[in-house]
């Protein structure tokens, strides 16, 4: 199994600025994912993180807006840009098994308010 | 994205009878299938996944169905316990990429 940390846990942030979510996975991973999640509602993925490559999003979501880093097999880090309220939601980073696709391992989420 | 997004139905059931919780799907080029808990404040936890090609596999007091004809997925949890209480997710896997569909939260009365 993998445990996956996630800073910060939450945070509070003025509209029109930008925040960066760090994911921190125990053991080195292919692949890690970013989703969001509102609040009593589904996850969404919103891009693949690979390390070497650029980031692969998803319909609806840009690079200008979630800009995305991969520097290592262990780490990711995820950018809210621009951020407005409608901006507010969990974000969670996950990350496959080690040697199994089957299954993927998740953060704890950062829980994001834009006012 | 593909995931659905909806307010969560909820599932009362007492203590210690069996739950059923339902998922409807939309692609049927899905490699496997997976149920997840959620709990308060927590990320999805793995439960059980199935591959497309099955119709059946049991866990440890869980059991997934999957019916392809009609496109539906369900979790039967035996003997249901305060601590099952959560938001369960199905999730269809493809290209090693997992989409969410809608949840269910589930109440568990003692």
């Known amino acids: 199994s993998a445990v996956i940390s996630q800073k910060p846990s939450r945070d509070i942030c003025q509209r029109g600025t930008s925040l960066t979510i760090q994911c921190q996975v125990d053991?080195?991973?292919?692949?890690m994912f970013w989703y969001r999640q509102q609040p009593g509602q589904s996850l969404t993925l919103i891009a693949t993180a690979n390390q070497g490559s650029e980031a692969t999003y998803e319909s609806g979501f840009v690079i200008d807006k979630f800009p995305i880093s991969r520097p290592n097999l262990t780490f990711s880090t995820l950018t809210v840009s621009n951020m407005s309220p409608e901006d507010s939601s969990i974000y969670l980073c996950?990350?496959?098994?080690?040697?199994?696709?089957?299954?993927?391992?998740f953060g704890p989420g950062t829980r994001l308010t834009v006012l | 994205g593909e995931s659905v997004g909806l307010h969560l139905p909820t599932l009362s059931v007492q203590e210690g009878d069996n739950s059923i919780i339902n998922c409807a799907y939309s692609n049927s080029a899905s490699d496997y299938f997976i149920w997840y808990k959620q709990e308060s404040g927590k990320g999805p936890q793995f439960i059980i996944d199935i591959r497309s090609n099955m119709d059946k596999r049991q866990g440890q007091r869980v059991t997934v169905l999957l019916n392809k004809t009609v496109k539906h997925l369900s979790l039967q949890i035996a003997a249901t316990q305060p601590g099952d209480s959560a938001v369960y997710f199905c999730a269809e896997a493809r290209i090693n990429k997992f989409y969410f569909g809608s949840g269910t939260k589930l109440n568990v009365k003692p």
């Open positions: 996950s990350a496959h098994s080690p040697g199994s696709y089957n299954e993927q391992f």
């Open positions: 053991s080195q991973v292919t692949m």
